[in-house]
């Protein structure tokens, strides 16, 4: 069959047209002029002459994909591809994107942990640097009815902004609610290829560790001020060299022989009187037959001056008791006086033996902390703070505006232009949450970087926990922008923290401790690594309870004060930690510890627990003391009633008829 | 794949290819071979011509010849380049730039890519005219005496040359050669 010219050749064209479409598209000689033999130009037309030649017309339709190739500058199929690619990709990130990833991400995580894996609400953004999802939760293959972990929604929003310059910065990345070991509300799918493995056994849990620190901080001497029982117990050691008890005894001893003797008497006495009372009142009753009765009046008056003699030796021995209670008296009184000087002299010894500290170093409760935990941990995980040096360094290094490492290139030089503040690491907001058993805590950190200059910021962070009931709800910064070069002045604050029902003290003799506090602390880190620095803590509404001498000192003290301020000194050399710490609750303390504080508080104790043991000597010497008083009274009634029985006998004598 | 890029070559400069796509294949190919690698400028540039209508052998070759050559002008480069990056009526603009996401990466502030940016825009124009009138002349002067050279045919006769023009389905421009 005889080769046939393509409809692509026209009947006729407009001469320019045809120049431009067909004629200027050919660039060969041979292939122009073989064009222009087909055609044939009349007027402002190109009139196309059917070649009868096959060859011609063979060669004529090779010319057409040159023809067609060689009109534009673009490349329109390529560009069309990208379109294709382009709109592909928007309906795919559109549409498929986040269900894909979804599920890819479910996916890996079976692959990884073996045990069925939920995502919820993932949303994905690969060019605004965002991934978010509402909840994931990753079964425990062991045990289907838990969770191996569990978290609530998590965000990473990377500003692409920043990113795109070569710099790693975020806005926000959050992960809330995590948890582990969590009851799942569906009992978990097995997956296939889930193999058991032994679970390692885990180390020394954090808690043993804090009780052992905190056990060893709390050691609080128990010497610092005697109570009543260690004086009790030192009176009764020391009961031979005490004189009060010796002194009481005596005395009672003097008065209870001298009521005695002179109880005797007065019972003599008394007998005595009535003897006498029965002879007056014979006397008195005999009367003479006549006034003319010598005989009988001489033997009657004979009589009476017998009685008279034997009322004046009974009178004389009357006088002789009273005389004897008077002294009795004096003794008493004398003897209570001697007893008051040997207690006080006593008190004295008894404070002697308790010389108060005078002083009072909180430090000193420290150090066992430090010697024990502080300095072996520094030692052992000390250089790990060298982590944030070495991120900080990095910024340093770039703060003058190093061009980004993709940029760098072998030829030329690089010029260097100011880096408009932003540093090469900067995490806005980093946000998360944790449960322990019941137990929620949150972590809030804003602006996490690496050149706190630059960023014009300090990192500040906000903390809420409630770790082995230590309940703490701090706000604070970490402020490095007046060291930006040197770490020199490193500053961290905490505001409105709280610590509460320290449960973990309670080896330590506290049971309870609270406090709200703030801590503001400044480091300077040296060129060796080493640092120094010093910390202000500030503890206000402190409470606290504890069974140990010392601590109810130190629980008075505080208690009462509004606030107690706290300055640690610490540093860190070649791995030895030091710690030094100063307290307005020293001052209080010492003085609390004083010796005329201590004094006064063994004064009051000695003095009860002496009168308890002069309570004894105390009885015997009151009871002397009323004996005393009432054999007073018995020898004033006696003394009236010898008084009487004279004036009668006087009287009768008077009466008589003759004179003596 | 060089192999490929040589007969491509050859064929678009004796074929009915635009001079004009050959031309913008080579100005851009020196472009590319002056401009140092391995940042955004040289990549972005790369991509254009992925959509342009040109020799893509074409200028893959002359970016192979002329590479070794630029260290050559790079003193030029680097004193243009300087000239330019450290103007100080420029220099808050360059600032803006190297602060601008993604600019930092185009190499703009090297003295060697930024030189030779200037330079090859300078350049680029009368090279692609002069390459353009070259092939033009070529093609009007010389190519019927070289495709008819008994070298060239004995090359095109080559086993290998014709295997491999048939495996990239290029073998139909070399048979519109003529003689």
């Known amino acids: 069959m005889a080769a046939k010219l393509k409809k692509f050749f026209k009947k006729s064209w407009p001469a320019k047209k045809f120049e431009k479409k067909l004629l200027g598209k050919v660039f060969l000689k041979d292939d122009r002029e073989l064009l222009l033999s087909a055609y044939e130009k009349k007027e402002n037309q190109y009139i196309l002459i059917e070649p009868d030649n096959a060859d011609t017309v063979k060669k004529l339709n090779k010319l057409i994909p040159g023809i067609k190739k060689n009109s534009g500058a673009l490349g329109i199929g390529k560009i069309a591809s990208l379109a294709v690619v382009v709109i592909s990709f928007t309906v795919f990130t559109v549409f498929f994107q986040n269900p894909l990833a979804e599920k890819a991400m479910e996916k890996g995580l079976e692959k990884i942990f073996r045990a069925e894996s939920e995502v919820t609400g993932l949303r994905l953004s690969l060019f605004g640097g965002f991934i978010r999802y509402k909840s994931m939760q990753v079964a425990d293959r062991d045990n289907p009815d838990r969770n191996l972990f569990q978290t609530g929604e998590a965000v990473i929003d990377l500003d692409m902004s920043e990113v795109l310059k070569g710099k790693f910065a975020a806005n926000e990345i959050k992960l809330e609610d995590f948890a582990i070991g969590e009851k799942r509300a569906v009992r978990a799918k097995a997956i296939k290829g889930a193999v058991k493995k032994e679970k390692p056994a885990s180390g020394a849990a954090s808690s043993d560790v804090i009780k052992e620190a905190a056990s060893a901080i709390t050691k609080l001497p128990d010497n610092l001020i005697p109570d009543r029982e260690t004086v009790k117990k030192v009176i009764i050691e020391k009961a031979d060299q005490l004189s009060a008890p010796k002194e009481a005894e005596k005395i009672a001893s003097e008065l209870k022989s001298g009521a005695e003797n002179i109880k005797a008497g007065v019972e003599k006495t008394e007998s005595d009187i009535k003897n006498l009372e029965k002879d007056v009142n014979e006397i008195m009753a005999s009367k003479l037959s006549s006034k003319l009765d010598l005989a009988g009046a001489r033997k009657l008056a004979d009589r009476i001056k017998s009685a008279s003699k034997r009322i004046s030796s009974i009178t004389n021995t009357v006088e002789s008791s009273q005389k004897e209670i008077e002294k009795l008296r004096k003794t008493a009184a004398d003897g209570k006086k001697n007893i008051e000087k040997a207690v006080s002299n006593d008190i004295e010894y008894i404070i002697s033996l308790f010389p108060g500290k005078g002083s009072f170093s909180v430090s000193s409760l420290a150090q066992p902390l430090v010697k024990e935990k502080l300095d072996p941990f520094m030692q052992k995980y000390g250089k790990a703070y060298e982590i944030i040096i070495k991120i900080k360094e990095s910024g340093d290094k770039k703060k003058d505006g190093a061009a980004p490492a993709a940029a760098e290139t072998r030829r030329g030089r690089d010029v260097r232009y100011a880096v408009y503040g932003s540093p090469s690491l900067h995490i806005r907001k980093v946000s998360g949450s944790f449960f322990t058993g019941e137990n929620r805590h949150s972590l809030e950190i804003k602006d996490i970087t690496n050149n706190q200059e630059l960023a014009g910021k300090p990192l500040v962070f906000l903390i809420k926990s409630s770790l082995d009931n230590i309940k703490t709800e701090a706000d604070g910064f970490f402020d490095t922008r007046k060291s930006a070069a040197d770490f020199s002045g490193i500053t961290v604050a905490v505001t409105g923290g709280k610590i509460s029902n320290l449960s973990f003290l309670a080896p330590a003799g506290i049971d309870k401790l609270s406090a709200d506090m703030d801590i503001s602390a400044s480091t300077a880190i040296s060129a060796d690594k080493d640092f120094t620095g010093s910390a202000g803590i500030s503890l206000e509404k402190f409470r606290m309870n504890t069974t140990s001498q010392t601590g109810r000192i130190i629980s008075g003290i505080i208690e009462k004060e509004n606030k107690i301020d706290f300055e640690a000194k610490y540093s860190l050399s070649k791995g030895d930690f030091s710690l030094k710490i100063k307290s307005s609750l020293d001052n209080l303390i010492a003085k609390a510890v004083s010796p005329e504080k201590i004094a006064a508080e063994v004064k009051s104790f000695a003095a009860d627990e002496l009168a308890e043991v002069l309570k004894e000597k105390a009885g015997i010497q009151a009871e002397a003391d009323a004996q005393i008083a009432e054999l007073g009274k018995k020898i004033g009634t006696l003394e009236k009633s010898i008084k009487d029985q004279k004036k009668e006998l006087d009287s009768k004598l008077k009466s008589l008829p003759i004179k003596f | ?179």
């Open chain 2, 1 to 179: 794949m060089i192999l490929k890029w040589i007969i491509n070559s050859f064929a678009a400069l004796n074929a009915n290819n635009r001079p004009g796509e050959i031309a913008s294949a080579i100005a851009l190919g020196i472009t590319l071979a002056m401009i140092p690698a391995g940042n955004l400028t040289w990549v972005l540039l790369l991509a254009l011509t992925f959509f342009l209508k040109i020799n893509f052998g074409v200028e893959m070759i002359v970016i192979a010849l002329f590479k070794p050559m630029a260290s050559l002008a790079d003193p030029l480069f680097d004193a243009v380049g300087y000239k330019i990056l450290t103007a100080g009526t420029l220099e808050s603009f360059y600032t803006k730039l190297y602060n601008t996401p993604l600019v930092p990466y185009t190499g703009f502030n090297n003295t060697a890519v930024a030189g030779s940016i200037i330079v090859m825009g300078v350049l680029f124009v009368p090279l692609w005219i002069a390459c353009r009138k070259l092939i033009a002349l070529y093609r009007a002067k010389l190519r019927d005496r070289f495709l008819s050279s008994s070298i060239v045919k004995k090359i095109a006769a080559l086993p290998i040359v014709s295997k491999a023009a048939m495996l990239f389905s290029k073998a139909n421009k070399l048979r519109n050669f003529r003689g």
